[in-house]
């Protein structure tokens, strides 16, 4: 819905010459040197057409797209990539051509610093409404050499329980070998997921897999060979910041995730492949592909690029007081809680403590997260965890990655401070929580309930896992029976990983009804088919 245009008239600042743009945009120019495949073809096979003719040399461009973020009912932050150094602007208007009521919102130098990436805070916009806007770079040595404009769109967060919110999730892209394959068109799953018009996505870890080279082919066992575009940073195990840099540039070489987040804000969080497989603080590699043992190194020089490359303002320039974890109130109807399940664990080990205080979130971000669940008046918190909480997920042959390690019995290890939470929940009485997760490579839905737990003092609760939307495809792993879970679906690949041309990406829709409150989870796969439906009543401890 359009914005009133007496909102957007109150405030402007002065821009250079050539900024002042209006009327349709063209297609944006993409190219890549370092991206080739070994049918010979370019990242640019899988990008726009070629640059326009008035992009002469000297101006800067944005070939990476733009993104969007951090939405609020009055503000949202807008991100780009320059391929030089140079200043950005931000232009908004109610009008998808820009020809009328268009605002001008001045950002930073975009410098190597910052890997020439920079965002800027749009404010004092109006709540529950369709914004446009799109970013413009400019020489910071001849504001007139501008760069042809990036258009993307967002809407801010309602005000009212009246409007339905829709949001999508999963995880794991580009993991395990398969990347961009320009002979199947690339990610085409994003492009299928943007036509769902979802408000935001919450993007589940495993975002890039920083410790997974892209070889030019990969040999299928059907005799076929799927084909990946191969940059020079994608074919190491990245370790320097610039390498991690290259891995998350990586994906946006890709048009139909490109095209998606221009027009679908991001909530992403980390998990381990952002840094390396199954990484916990204080951990020393002994694995021959890294020169760099130390993980902590390895962990900050991956923020730090996490943090450059998304919409986080609290992440940029690898600010030591940002958290990874945060909660984004997106209107009466809807809190989503992002937890960091990386950054403050213990060591993965046996998980046959019978005291863990660390656990698997430490406990400032526990307290922290009980708190906020405490003061939540939205009729539905999802808890967005990087890992599920029943699934037994193994580190080696004797120690555990996740929560869960296959004991039965009464909670133990990192499942200690699961318990303490879910506690936490049903005696303080919060009602409509629901977990979403990804990180295991299959799609699953599962319910836990205490009359099947060995620990019994809980609410009964969802639990939803999606992903990959990118990756190889994993069997279904067995479940813990310490928190009573039950599977009430799952779908999963035949053997361990399988590429996505033999099983297509999975991701989920959440649909919250603004009249009703009722939520509403789908589980998808690539092709449009909805594989299983659960609808859930608002206003309940647990169901």
């Given at each position: ?87 950005m602007y931000v232009q908004t208007s109610p009008s998808e051509s820009f020809r009328y009521g268009v605002r001008h919102h001045g950002g930073p130098y975009l410098g190597p610093g910052t890997d020439h990436t920079g965002t800027v805070t749009l404010r004092d916009l109006p709540p529950g409404q369709e914004i446009h806007y799109r970013v413009v770079l400019a020489d910071p040595g001849d504001p007139r050499r501008c760069s042809r404009p990036v258009q993307g769109s967002f ?14 999730w999963s995880g794991d892209l580009a993991g395990q070998g398969w990347g961009i394959n320009p002979d199947l068109g690339g990610y085409r799953v994003f492009d299928e997921m943007r036509l769902r018009d979802p408000d935001f996505f919450l993007f589940s870890g495993d975002t890039v897999y920083a410790d997974g080279p892209l070889q030019a082919s990969v040999p299928l066992r059907d005799g076929s060979t799927w084909h990946n575009v191969t940059t020079e940073e994608k074919s ?308």
């Amino acid at each position: 819905m359009p914005y009133t245009r007496r909102s957007l008239l109150g405030g402007s600042i002065a821009v250079p010459v050539g900024l002042a743009l209006s009327g349709p945009l063209g297609t944006q120019a993409f190219a890549s040197s370092t991206a080739t495949a070994a049918s010979g073809r370019t990242a640019g096979a899988v990008g726009p057409a070629a640059a326009p003719a008035f992009a002469r040399s000297g101006r800067p461009s944005a070939p990476w797209g733009v993104q969007s973020g951090e939405i609020t009912a009055h503000s949202a932050t807008v991100w780009t990539r320059s391929d030089r150094p140079a200043r950005m602007y931000v232009q908004t208007s109610p009008s998808e051509s820009f020809r009328y009521g268009v605002r001008h919102h001045g950002g930073p130098y975009l410098g190597p610093g910052t890997d020439h990436t920079g965002t800027v805070t749009l404010r004092d916009l109006p709540p529950g409404q369709e914004i446009h806007y799109r970013v413009v770079l400019a020489d910071p040595g001849d504001p007139r050499r501008c760069s042809r404009p990036v258009q993307g769109s967002f809407r801010t967060t309602p005000v009212s329980r009246r409007r339905n919110v829709r949001f999508l999730w999963s995880g794991d892209l580009a993991g395990q070998g398969w990347g961009i394959n320009p002979d199947l068109g690339g990610y085409r799953v994003f492009d299928e997921m943007r036509l769902r018009d979802p408000d935001f996505f919450l993007f589940s870890g495993d975002t890039v897999y920083a410790d997974g080279p892209l070889q030019a082919s990969v040999p299928l066992r059907d005799g076929s060979t799927w084909h990946n575009v191969t940059t020079e940073e994608k074919s190491k195990v990245a370790e320097t910041l610039d390498e991690f840099r290259g891995t998350f540039r990586y994906n946006l070489l890709d048009r139909n995730l490109r095209d998606f987040n221009a027009h679908v804000p991001v909530l992403a969080q980390w998990d381990d492949h952002e840094v390396r497989n199954n990484w916990y603080p204080g951990q020393l590699l002994d694995d021959p592909r890294y020169t760099v043992r130390d993980v902590d190194t390895l962990a900050s020089r991956a923020r730090r690029a996490f943090g450059e490359y998304f919409p986080v303002t609290d992440l940029r320039g690898g600010r030591a007081e940002g958290r990874m974890y945060r909660v984004m109130r997106y209107g009466p109807l809807l809190d989503v809680f992002v937890l960091d399940m990386r950054t403050h664990r213990n060591a993965n080990s046996p998980g046959r403590q019978t005291d863990d205080p660390i656990g698997i979130l430490g406990a400032e971000q526990l307290a922290w997260l009980k708190r906020e669940l405490s003061r939540s008046r939205a009729a539905w918190k999802v808890i967005a965890a990087d890992m599920p909480l029943g699934v037994v997920v193994p580190d080696g042959a004797a120690n555990f990655e996740a929560v869960a390690q296959g004991d039965p019995g009464a909670p133990l290890g990192r499942e200690l401070q699961i318990a303490e939470l879910l506690r936490h929940i049903k005696h303080q009485r919060i009602t409509g929580t629901l977990w979403l997760t990804a990180d295991v490579h299959y799609t699953a839905a599962h319910h836990y309930a205490p009359e099947r737990a060995a620990f019994a003092d809980f609410a009964p609760f969802w639990e939803f896992v999606s992903g990959p939307v990118g990756a190889g495809g994993f069997p279904a792993g067995r479940l813990d029976a310490t928190f009573g879970p039950r599977t009430a679906f799952v779908r999963s690949a035949p053997f361990a990983n399988t590429s996505p041309s033999e099983n297509p990406p999975y991701y989920g829709e959440v649909e919250i009804d603004g009249d009703s409150g009722e939520v509403t989870v789908r589980l998808r796969r690539q092709g449009g088919a909805v594989l299983f439906t659960k609808t859930l009543q608002p206003g309940r401890v647990g169901q």
